[in-house]
DNA sequence: CCAACTTCCGCCGAAGATCGAACAAAGGCC
DNA sequence: GGCCTTTGTTCGATCTTCGGCGGAAGTTGG
């Protein structure tokens, strides 16, 4: 209960956290003896988690023996579950990705198939990179809706009908299993792979909706019932006619969201369907996608200005479909931010695009099967079995 | 840094939040062995930690020896500094109140005076309680304006002339000074005190103006800058005529604060100040000043909708002068939080006054200080020295 | 009222973990 | 090549923890 540092697992943590690469930095940050080290290290490696490298850089002694994880034997899985994709990253422990592939799946057919799909998957990308499917050690789903992420269960998702509390870890068989909200994977994702030393970060995806991963205290605010996050329902003013599918108004997902800037292009003669079809306009040089955009950017804005207000974060990271045209976006969201919030929650405050991109969500699901792993009670228990 | 339970520290966080009474009780939630419990126990008897009380009921066996904190050798303090008042309450380790007092006081007159008017209280309070002041272990102390936590310096407070950066902890010597956002430390007061096993809530205050203390995962969240909970600057719409001190216009608090109420009332012809002066009002009955606390309720609940979607707590509090008033706000919170937000968010959500009331802010900076005594980091430090 | 049973708690030898000193290894520096 | 520095291992000493035993202090049942 108490950080007692010294046990194995603290150790493999800092080992993957490239805190400490060798023996003697293992000693000076937990303060044990070098021989206790020695000891933890030999255990972590006859267990097949770390491996020696080539010796390092002398500083005037004997160069010191180089330590990291050990990729070979284990192997995980990210899972990114979206209205019509499924993405697949097989990744090593030390969450670099061995294969990857993405087919268009709908998730309206349901839990089976759908989950029968990333299994085959799965042995596909496991044969590609020629690990056996005994290595795969845990494996991280992001899905698009709410999960109660204690049971992997989907919690009233709204489109994705026939998921409603379906127990999805129970259908891998032998794999610890860990679903999430796809935004939620995203968020960590960005965080781990782009702002590790950040404390509290916001992911917001502006895709088809809006929704918001939340990293408080470096870790996941899930909520009380998983729902947090979800950004897209918060009302913005002066919009009290666009309807939103919620059942509410002025919803910021119904006038700021891909869908809604897409219907009111339609409406401005200028078909469009999607996220993807409004990029494709922005980035063709349209000025009415341009505008409809740079709007929605102030309109998102606004809402995020009330939550900087609130949460008071480091930084706020824009992904989804429609931040492939993040300047405008960025635009927009930048331009109300620093208007409305405080100017101690703004001054150090920085709104970028997502670096990880597309992949987010599959990479984030991965870490997030990969973390779960090298927790140190779980290594803990591995290595004292 | 993990999980290793079984330091003194450890058993006596157990003691402390009554998860444990007897050593047999310990042996069993850490898993230690019995011996070793009692060494441990022993220890933090002799460190005059913890004390043993008559037996306790016996089951069917020799019945178990009592264990408790030790109350008698430590003394604790919260103050609470208001715009115009101060209270210190010192309170014993387990959090009972052993003397208090409240005066009218200008936190404007600036640091040296007020901190010295508090010390002269805390002499005053320990010669009541009959301790000496080398009895003091720790000072909570909750400011009108934000704080960066880790030195205790109050940060650009707009209400707090002559506090910025000014380094409060210094001013006591000999004692471990804590100082946080008053906001802040009335989260903590009504989360340990009446909401304990609730993992995520909200603390609003609606006073003179409006504040939010955010209790995540148990902890207090104070974001990058020490400033999150600042929602009195949160836009609301359709009040855009409506100035605020922070040069923005329609804030939250420009519209719904006690003081914009009053100087509402006062236009209607129904002069009133402060946020006392409302209440009064309603309390006589004047339908006026119920009608626009209602108000005042709706507007507050419009935010408060967004941060449910966001944040997902399981508990909204309502404190502050004007919960006083509370059936009439809360009538109005309610009815727009219920409205706006999310089915699933809102489902398990419920929405009450402080149960703590005027005592909020001194009880919650007492217990700030009493929980820093009595981490386990803080314990091991004290028994191993 | 007393014997049998249960639970609690301290004592103590055994087992285990950690430490630190000494030593070996491996490079840099002159 | 000799000396210095740093790294890593070996090994006995020390400290911690465990768990069995017995005494203490109750309850239960005849």
Chains 1, 2 share one sequence.
Not at 91 to 101: F, T
Not at 215 to 234: E, N, V, Y
Not at 238 to 253: M, P, Q, T, V
Request: aromatic fraction near 4%.
């Amino acid at each position: 209960m108490t950080p007692q540092p010294g046990s194995a697992g603290d150790v493999l943590t800092l080992i993957s956290a490239g805190s400490a690469t060798t023996r003697s930095d293992l000693a000076r940050l937990t303060g044990l003896a070098r021989s206790t080290i020695s000891q933890r290290v030999d255990a972590l490696i006859e267990r097949g988690l770390v491996e020696e490298t080539e010796s390092g850089e002398s500083t005037g002694g004997r160069p010191p023996r180089q330590l990291r994880l050990h990729t070979e034997d284990h192997a995980f899985a990210g899972v990114d579950l979206g209205a019509t994709h499924c993405r697949v990253a097989l990744m090593d422990i030390s969450g670099n990705v061995l294969a990857e592939c993405e087919d268009a799946l709908l998730i309206g057919e349901g839990p089976e198939k759908v989950l029968a799909h990333v299994d085959q998957r799965l042995d596909h990308l496991l044969g590609q990179a020629g690990r056996p499917r005994t290595a795969l050690r845990a494996i991280g789903i992001g899905v698009p809706g709410p999960v109660e992420f204690a049971t992997g269960r989907p919690n009233n998702p709204p489109i994705m009908p026939g998921w409603n509390d379906y127990p999805i870890p129970e259908y891998f068989e032998g794999v610890e299993v860990l679903v999430d909200n796809d935004v939620n994977v995203m968020a960590l994702g960005e965080h781990r792979g782009a702002f590790a030393d950040t404390k509290h970060l916001l992911f917001v995806k502006v895709g088809t909706g809006i929704g918001c991963g939340i990293m408080a205290a470096g870790t996941l605010h899930r909520g009380a019932q998983g729902s947090a996050g979800d950004i897209g329902h918060i009302r913005v003013s002066g919009h009290e006619d666009a309807g939103c599918r919620c059942g509410n108004s002025a919803c910021l997902e119904a006038v700021a969201g891909g869908a809604a800037i897409a219907r009111r292009l339609t409406e401005l003669g200028l078909p469009a369907e999607t996220g993807a079809d409004v990029v494709a306009l922005v980035q063709s040089g349209n000025t009415q996608a341009l505008r409809l955009v740079r709007e929605a950017g102030r309109l998102i804005g606004e809402v995020l200005a009330s939550l900087v207000n609130f949460f008071n974060p480091e930084v706020i990271v824009i992904g989804g479909a429609l931040s492939r045209v993040h300047e405008h976006l960025l635009a927009g969201i930048r331009e109300t931010v620093y208007r409305r919030s405080l100017p101690l929650a703004t001054h150090h405050l920085s709104i970028t695009p997502s670096r990880t991109g597309i992949n987010a969500a599959a990479l984030g699901a991965g870490i997030l099967a990969i973390e779960h792993y090298l927790s140190p009670d779980n290594i803990n228990r591995i290595v004292n079995a």
